[in-house]
Structure formats: structure tokens, C-alpha cells
């Protein structure tokens, strides 16, 4: 099994709103990492997490709050969102943060803020 | 600031190869070299990488400079399925930190 798997596909929300995206890997690996992606652009870092704990914050506004319970799971709460922060959410996982590993990345959350 | 610089976009015809360039200038002695695209309405795809010979798999080959400076990948037949955008990635000083540049947008014609 080689897949990243993100929940769900697509999300409406109001700036209200609280949700939560979620992504799955059982590759046994022990980095996962967020990205977003803005239409036409490259992916953006914005959290990894080694072995569960927090290693690279990218200055990412409060509003974004990751979560890693477990080595195989990475959630992105989401609360008080802007329409600016539409965009596709990607995970990735890789087996470690040490120097040449391979990243291998879900399909993403389309994620749509009116 | 992603450390690597590829230009805009490139077009091939089908079944002739492509080489895709990437300037790395700032590479330290144990960056790996890093290339991924991006099919429409996927997420990234790994493709090859590297750190200081040149490297060959069943999708790819990379071409790493002497210098390390720059580094070139190579399809060596164009497919339809190869259009995409090729992202070229020098680790970042925390290893695995991988920031993605601009990307190359690779047009294959038939």
C-alpha cells in the first residue's frame, strides 16, 4: 500500500465554520507534512511532523491548527477562515525527515471558503 | 525561498526527449536534488533524485553537474501523459524541508 489517502475530496465552508481534513498513510512512515496550493501555483510548506511532534512550522496563521495523534494520521482543523485560504490541501508523508527520502502525496481537499 | 530556478514552461514533440534544466546555485555539499510533477487535479507524483552521481529509473533519468550547481531531468521519449508540471527541489537545511519553486509547465505534442 503506497497511497496517501485525504478526506474528503471537496469542502464548502463559511468563515463560521469549523472543519477538518484529514489524511491516512499505512506506508509506516514518520514524516507528514501539509502543503497549499493557490490555482497555477507551486505547493506551499506550511507544517511537517516528525515522529508526531511539530517540526517545521511555516509562520501559518492560528486559523490553520494541525494535529498528528498517531504515525498514521495527519489532521488540519480549520476555523475562522478567510476566502483567501481556498486553495487544494495537500499531505504527504515520507518514511523519515532525513536528507533524501521521497515524499509521496495525496490527490488533496479542495477546499472552497465563502 | 526555494533555491532553485527552472524556466516557465518547455514543449516537446511526442517520442523525442526532453531535458528539463533546474539552477541550484546555493547547493550545499548534502542537499539531495529532488524532481516531482504535477498532473491536472492530482497531487505530486515523485519522479527521480539524486545527490551527487547521475541517476536513472523507469520514469527518468537526472543529470547532476560536476559542480552541483545545476541539474538536468531527462524523458527520454516525450509521451501525451508527460504533460505536467516538473518541479525541481533542492532539500533545504532541515533535510526534508521541501520547498517546490515555480516548476517547469511541459507541453507534448503530438
Known amino acids: 500500500d503506497t497511497e496517501v489517502t485525504q478526506t474528503p475530496k471537496h469542502l464548502v465552508m463559511g468563515m463560521t465554520n469549523k472543519k477538518s481534513l484529514k489524511c491516512e498513510q499505512h506506508m509506516g512512515h514518520r514524516a507528514m507534512y501539509w502543503y497549499k496550493q493557490k490555482a497555477k501555483k507551486p505547493p506551499e510548506l506550511m507544517f511537517v511532523?516528525?515522529?508526531?511532534?511539530?517540526?517545521i512550522n511555516e509562520s501559518v496563521p492560528s486559523r490553520f491548527s494541525p494535529e498528528c495523534p498517531n504515525s498514521s494520521l495527519l489532521n488540519l482543523h480549520l476555523h475562522a477562515l478567510q476566502p483567501e485560504d481556498s486553495a487544494l490541501y495537500l499531505c504527504a508523508s515520507s518514511q523519515t525527515l532525513a536528507g533524501g527520502e521521497k515524499l509521496f502525496f495525496g490527490s488533496g481537499t479542495q477546499l472552497s471558503v465563502l | 525561498d526555494a533555491k532553485t530556478t527552472q524556466p516557465n514552461s518547455m514543449e516537446s514533440n511526442e517520442e523525442e526527449p526532453v531535458h528539463l534544466p533546474c539552477n541550484h546555485s546555493?547547493?550545499?555539499?548534502?542537499?539531495?536534488i529532488h524532481w516531482y510533477r504535477q498532473l491536472p487535479s492530482q497531487g505530486p507524483e515523485y519522479v527521480i533524485h539524486g545527490l551527487t552521481s547521475n541517476v536513472n529509473n523507469r520514469m527518468a533519468s537526472l543529470a547532476i553537474a560536476e559542480d552541483r550547481k545545476s541539474s538536468t531531468l531527462i524523458l527520454h521519449r516525450a509521451t501525451l501523459r508527460d504533460a505536467a508540471v516538473y518541479y525541481c527541489?533542492?532539500?533545504?537545511?532541515?533535510?526534508?524541508?521541501?520547498?517546490f519553486g515555480a516548476g517547469t509547465r511541459l507541453t507534448v505534442k503530438p
Open positions: 527541489i533542492r532539500e533545504g537545511d532541515n533535510n526534508n524541508d521541501m520547498r
Open positions: 511532523y516528525s515522529y508526531e511532534k511539530l517540526s
Open positions: 546555493t547547493i550545499s555539499g548534502t542537499d539531495y
